[in-house]
Structures are given as C-alpha cells and as structure tokens.
C-alpha cells in the first residue's frame, strides 16, 4: 500500500509510533504496512486506534467467551458502515450464545485460545464471508470496506467478517444514454451490485473479474471484466499491465484510471469508451472486449474503443436493421455537420459568396449589413455564447436548469440579432449545429467535437474553404495515428476491413453478423450458426 511513497522519498526504515505527531504521509504508510498483529488484544486495539487517529466512527465491542475461562474478544467495525442487524445477529449473539452454552456443559475450559479462534472461524460465525489475516494492514484494508474484525486475546492473528451496510443508490434508469427500447437499468456505484448486472445478462462461467487495488490513500477496487475464451489473452494481460503501474495517492472516479491508460492522452478524442448501461457492457464483452469497473462511479470503461462506437447505440441493436441504420447514418452525417457547419458558414460569407445562389447571398448580405464584426468573430461569440449556456444548464438544479438554458438562449439570440450584433442566418446556423452535436449517443465525443469547432472556425476565417478542408483533413490523418490498445481508431474504415463494414455507419440484419470483430478476436471468430435467414413457411400444392 505505500511501497512505492517509499521509493519516491527514498524511505527505509518505517516511524515509530512517537513521530506520529509530525509523520507525513507516506512514513503513515510505511508504519502501517510493517506492523504485525500481536497476541495481546488490547494491544491491537491501542493499534488500530493509533492508525484512525482514535476516529470518532471507529468502534470496539467487548466480550467474553465463556465464564471460568473468559477469553477476551474485541469486535471492531466502523460506524455507518456496517449492518447493525447482521452484526448483531451473525456475530456477536452467535458469539456470546456459544460461549454460555459451552461454560454451561463446562468445556470452556478445555479450549485454548487458537481452539476458541479455530471454532469461531469454522462454526460459530454464521456469516458468509469470514477472512483469517495476521497484518495489520490488512485489517484496516476490511475494516474500510465495511467489514467488522474479531480479535481473540492470546492469537496474533484476526477474523473479518463481512457485514456491510452503508446505504447505497439503487438502481435506476440511465440518465446520460436514454433508450426508448432495450433494458431500463444502469450501473449504480457499488462495485458489486455492477457485477452483478453483468451476471444477470451473461449467466455464463466463462465471464471472468479480476481485482485489483489502486490509490495509495483510497485503496479503491477496481474490476477488470471478460469473457475467458474469446478475449484475447494479450489483450487482458496489457490491461493487467497498464492498471498495475498506476501509482497515485487517490482513484475517485473512472475518469482516473481512463488517463492514466489510455493510448493517446493528447488527443482531443476519447480512445476509451465509458458507458452507464449494462447491456451495452455485455455486447463488448461477448465481442472480445475489456470492461474496467471502478467502484464508486457508475460509468464502467470499455478498450479497446473504435471511432465507430461513439456513434453507436444500444437500441441500433433491438430495432429492425433498416430503421438502425438509418438513424446511425443520421449520427455520422449530425458528426460531419456540427463539426464543419459553422466554419463551412464563415468561409463562404467571407471568401466564396460564389458559391451560394444569388437570392440566398443578397439575403445574407442584407442580414449582415447593420452587423458591425467579421463573420469569423460572430461565429466565435456564438458559439462561446452557446458553450456558456450549455454549462450553466448542467451545473444549476435541475428544476431551473434547463428553463435558464432555453430563456437564455430564447433570449440572448433575439436580443442579438435586434441589436445587430449578429445575423440571424448564422444564429440559425449556430442551433444546428449545436443541435448535431448531441446526436452523439457518449456525451465524450460530443464534447470533442465542441471543442474542435472553435480551431475549424479560426482556419475557416483566415484561410477559407481551403482553411476548412486543411482542418479536416488534420482531423483524418490524427484519427488514423491513433490507437486504442493497440487497435487502429478508424478500424474497420482505416486500414479497411471489408468483412467488418456490416456493424459501421449501417448494420446489417442480426442473422448475417455471424462473426466477431476479426481486430479484436483471434481464436473464437464464428459467433453463431451461418443460413439463419428467416423463411416463410412452405406450403404444400392443394390436390
């Protein structure tokens, strides 16, 4: 937990319990991490309360085994974190119940200590999840995590018991990708209850978790999810890799752990796909993908990411192939428009009025004649304008938040116009585009797109059409440099893939995607039976 704070600051021997006055954080660590239970019971307690500072939420039961013998019991947990009904019920009454019970038939006696431990462990706690440990780091690790810890006077080693309680969200409908058809549920932020969902749509023992702990301080769990036979192993073990070596103090939410591995961290698109629908988790997984669950947020990430997954949905799937199609087609085409709509607008008012019909130009001539700015600086103030508003919606309560978004925008654009300040043809142009740029089914690339048309408007105004074509074409050359885990961004668009193309812009009917993505999987290529095209039945000649 703090082995490599010693490696930065060069540590080697662990403070003593005196210097805790002034030990900085990662001498805390070290002292924690070398410390070893004792036989002595007291002692582990003064133990714990020294690593929580004597914490107002630590808490310690007392209790006997028995009457001669009186084995000395300590039971600690954390207040607010556990289930009072199952301490009391699934550890302490079995606890003390056993031990009169024993005392009463006079074989309390011929128990030692280990023997009172052992039996404990073995009969006595009626919980599902009993740890046997011997560190105190250990120990501190369970009781974070919501567990209660059995210290037995006279062996050096402690039960964890599992009795969480901690009130929890319960699981809801997604809020950040809707779906009129398909399941209703999304991640919540308890780790368990995630793996759980996943359990409920792939009731299979080949989907494979493995944890791992990451942040120093925090200590926070994080689950990497997979189907054990049709991922490729390389695949899972460069994961494996890449959330070993992060070493940080804290992980809070998924978005740590995605720029600490991703691919192309200066990249203005996201390389790792981050989701709130379990389905969604399920379908990457049955296609040879990763899934990274962090525990307290409830967005899972999924690698690797392609370029064509952000403009996919899960209900592309549970609709009829050609209305899926269609509307993924309107996604790419929404992609191409909020990202070039606004320059493409500067660059012909300024440089190619040629280009449009004649009535079309002498109407937005005439729009702009009171306009006292250049239509690149328009543009730029709009789009700002927008930006703001749009922020202002999301960070107020939701009650006010998207009335002050739809006034503000009602408002700021009709007062802009009438007081000449902007044209009313680019305001036009402006809600377009920035209703294309949420088309996007993740929230990440719509995002991107934001903020690659502020650079697209510069280059439009200065260079014109020729501007806004360099621009793009910078765009296309960056997607086709780019990685995900080692899969080309554009794939199966670049390099082409041509077997790959039923599941891109269109998708074809489900019974003809019989196969898995030929970048990600390397041994389980078929998916499912060929010819499974529906027939109408035959029918037989009337004689």
Known sequence: MGKWWRRLRGRKEPPQPQDFAGASLSELLDFIEAQALVPDSRENEAKLKQAFGDSSDLAFRHLVFGYDSKVPIVVAHLDGMVDSATLNNGLIRPIVEEGLRLAAEGLDERLSREQVF?????????????????????????????????????????????????????????????????PQHAFV???????????????????????????AVTNTVVTVAYMKGIVDDSLVEEVRQRINSIEVDAILESGYIEEFIEDAPYSPFPTILRTERPDKVASALLEGRVAIITDGTPYVL??????????????????????GSLVRAIRALAFFLALTLPSTYVAITNFHQELLPTPLTLSIAAQREGVPFVAIVEALFLEFSFELLREAGIRLPKPIGSAISIVGALILGEAAVSAGLVSSALVIVVAATAIASFISPIYSMSISVHLLRFPMIILAGTLGLFGVIMGFAAILIHLCSVRSFGVPYLTPL??????????????????????????????????????????????????
């Open 189 to 215: 932020e308890n780790r368990r209850i995630n793996t759980s969902l996943l359990r409920r749509i792939i009731a299979s023992p080949l989907l494979w978790f493995e944890d791992f702990t990451v942040g």
């Open 118 to 182: 052992a039996l404990m462990h073995q009969q006595i706690l009626q919980l599902s999840s009993v740890h046997e440990m011997a560190e105190l780091d250990k120990v501190i690790d369970y009781l974070v995590r919501g567990n209660a810890v059995v210290l037995v006077d006279g062996v050096p080693k402690a039960l964890a018991c599992e009795v969480k309680g901690w009130s929890e969200r319960n699981v809801e409908q997604p809020t950040t990708e809707v779906a009129i058809r398909g």
């Open 302 to 323: 999924i690698v690797p990411a392609t370029f064509v997954a952000f403009l996919t949905a899960s209900e592309d799937y549970y609709e009829r192939a050609f209305t």
């Open 494 to 543: 670049a390099p082409i893939m041509l077997s790959e193309w039923k599941d891109t812009m269109v998708r074809l009917p489900l019974w003809q995607m019989d196969t898995r993505p030929e970048a990600l999987v390397k041994k389980e290529y078929i998916r499912q039976s060929p010819r499974q095209r529906p027939q109408p039945p035959r029918q037989e000649d009337d004689r």
